[in-house]
């Protein structure tokens, strides 16, 4: 840092500066008026004594026919005895010739030219004063006109009194000595008060400077100690509120920031921001997750995100309103949604990324579901048409009659079972199925439900049976709705066991829960369609749709048990048959 640059080094010299300018002032008031004043009181004492000479000298003048004629030896004698008295040099010029003819000193040259003052007192008739330089010393000179008693109007002589001013010069010069070693006294002080006072002022200014590089660093917890009231003391204060200040400013803002980016990072859409340009400047974690690779800052739209992502960016920025796309990823189906945001952040958009690969398959099975549904309707109600026609063209006899109305109720029967299924499904969706839960024995229900399809299985020679080793065989639930998905199980049981098969209704205990479980020895259900076989419309292969009815019963099922406060697990391998357990439980559910 430069000298001139420290507060320490201008508060010195400003006390350096301030005393030296002080010292001049004295200097210029003092010595001048001090030469001044002591000439003044010179010449005001010489006027004195210079009055006294002319009063005596007239005594010894005379003037004859316009010459001055004078008695010089008693004349001579006056001014000496009175330059030894007063110590002033006494002269007596003849107003006519301008030629001194008495001296006080006559081993001395005097010039009447060189007193101009003689010539003002003879043309004013007064008195005149002044200093004159004679071979560079400075003198008081004196001139009184003197004029004879018997011709007052007349001018006849000057009487001149000189005195050195020497003395006073001295007493100037020992005063202005005084003077300059006082100012080199003042100087050296103040130089050493001035560095002191501003080296302690400094420091304190130093302390709050190092506090603002110590809260510029991230030191928020950076205080200064403040020990004397000041004007600095103060400064100090402030500075100390201002850090408080922004601590809690800073701690705010992290807490809001610690709140966003928790907020961010928990959620499972991602976000990025995306600058004017087109760069990522933010991402949250779920980005990176469901694009695969990640998003580091700075990454170029074109090349970090697909096509279809790229275009609604460029299209939401051109036409200033949101914009979305839904789009394959790998295995997934992914949506992205585009929100241009206000100024003031380091982007101007963002990209929202969700997951919609369940509510695709959810949307691709219900158009299945829709087709099944309007082919499943189509086929009873068309055999009921021509059932229809046919009766009321009559001619036929009381058989066949009888024949197609067993067929008609098949068809009947078939569009009400799909009309309670879609039922069902509506009521479970809504939340609206009342459950009313009771100790139920299992192996007495499993037994009624395995009457049930004693005939289907039987036209298949399917065995089917209940097993119940001992132990506790009764669960706290809904019979009816346990009936309900017990039977859609043992349905798809005897549904895919092919002839001579045998379907097993299961009674056992897996620790505090109570466990019913449909075994069967059919082809079994491969282990890419086993994670989907609960879900609603899935139909699962070709051969297995064939079969199947309209993909709801095990989706209702694993609802009513879970709705029971139980759950259910499938297990199957290819050619091995399949096994769906129950787990029930035997106490009422302490809902949450």
């Known amino acids: 840092m430069h000298p001139l640059r420290s507060v320490k080094n201008w508060l010195t010299l400003l006390f350096v500066a301030i005393v030296g300018v002080a010292a001049l002032v004295t200097y210029a008031y003092t010595v001048p008026s001090l030469n001044h004043r002591l000439t003044d009181q010179k010449l005001a004492d010489m006027r004195s004594t210079t009055n006294i000479v002319s009063n005596t000298v007239p005594a010894w003048l005379q003037v004859y026919d316009g010459h001055l004629q004078a ?50 007192a003879i043309s004013s008739r007064k008195v005149a004063q002044g200093t004159v330089d004679i071979q560079g010393r400075p003198y008081a000179v004196t001139a009184m006109p003197v004029a004879v008693e018997d011709q007052p109007a007349n001018i006849v002589a000057v009487v001149v009194t000189s005195a050195s001013l020497a003395d006073a010069e001295k007493a100037v010069h020992l005063v202005e000595h005084q003077i300059r070693l006082a100012t080199a006294i003042a100087l050296l002080v103040s130089l050493a008060a001035g560095y002191l006072a501003s080296y302690f002022i400094a420091r304190r ?30 400064l100090g204060q402030s500075f100390n509120t201002m850090g408080e200040r922004l601590r809690h400013a800073f701690s705010l803002i992290e807490r809001e920031k610690s709140q966003v980016e928790l907020l961010l990072n928990d959620l499972s859409e991602g976000v990025i921001g995306v600058s004017s340009e087109g760069n990522v400047t933010i991402a949250n974690p779920a980005a990176s ?102 009766l009321d063209e009559g001619g036929l006899d009381d058989d066949q009659q009888r024949e197609f109305l067993h067929l008609m109720r098949q068809q009947v029967d078939r569009l009400g ?33 395995v009457r049930e399809f004693q005939g289907q299985a039987a036209t298949k020679d399917l065995a089917i049976a209940v097993e119940a080793p001992g132990g506790d065989r009764t669960a706290y639930v809904d019979s009816q709705r346990l009936a309900q998905a017990v039977r859609a199980l043992v349905d798809n049981a005897v549904k895919f066991t092919p002839e001579g098969g045998t379907v ?24 890419d369609e086993l994670e989907h076989v609960f879900e609603r419309f899935y139909r699962g292969s070709e051969d297995r749709a064939n079969k199947a009815g309209t993909g709801l019963g095990l989706a209702i099922a694993r609802e009513l048990v879970e709705l029971m406060g139980g759950f259910i697990s499938a297990e199957s391998k290819t050619g091995a048959g399949s096994r769906f357990t129950l787990r029930l439980p035997r106490e009422p559910v302490k809902k949450p």
């Open 504 to 527: 097993t209704v299961v009674i056992g205990e897996d620790k505090s829960k109570a466990t019913l479980a449909v075994v069967d020895t059919g082809p079994g259900v491969a282990d």
């Open 71 to 120: 008695d010089t030896r008693d004349l001579l004698l006056q001014i000496r005895t009175m330059d030894d008295r007063w110590g002033v040099h006494v002269v007596v010029v003849d107003a006519y010739r301008d030629v001194p003819i008495a001296d006080s000193r006559p081993g001395t040259t005097f010039k009447v030219t060189d007193y101009p003052m003689i010539k003002q």
């Open 289 to 390: 997750r469901l694009l695969g690779h990640p998003l580091p800052v700075g990454s170029e739209l074109g090349r970090a995100f697909p096509y279809e992502v790229a275009r609604i960016w460029y299209e939401s920025r051109e036409a200033g309103h949101d914009q979305d796309v839904v789009f394959e990823h790998g295995d997934r189906t992914l949506q992205a949604i585009t929100y241009p945001v206000g100024s003031g952040a380091d982007f101007d958009s963002i990209l929202v990324l969700r997951d919609v690969t369940a509510q695709a398959k959810l949307e691709r099975a219900r158009r299945d579901f829709v087709a099944n549904a309007s082919h499943e309707f189509k086929t009873p109600l068309f055999s009921l048409s021509g059932f229809i026609e046919l």
């Open 205 to 234: 200014l130093k302390r709050i400077e190092r506090g603002a590089e110590a809260i510029a660093a991230g030191d928020l917890n950076a205080t200064v100690s403040v020990r004397v009231e000041d004007e600095v003391g103060q």
């Open 417 to 449: 079972h799909l009309s309670l299924s879609l039922l069902d499904l509506s009521q479970v969706e809504a939340g609206s199925v009342q459950l009313h839960p009771e100790d139920t024995d299992l192996v007495t229900l499993a037994q009624s439900i």
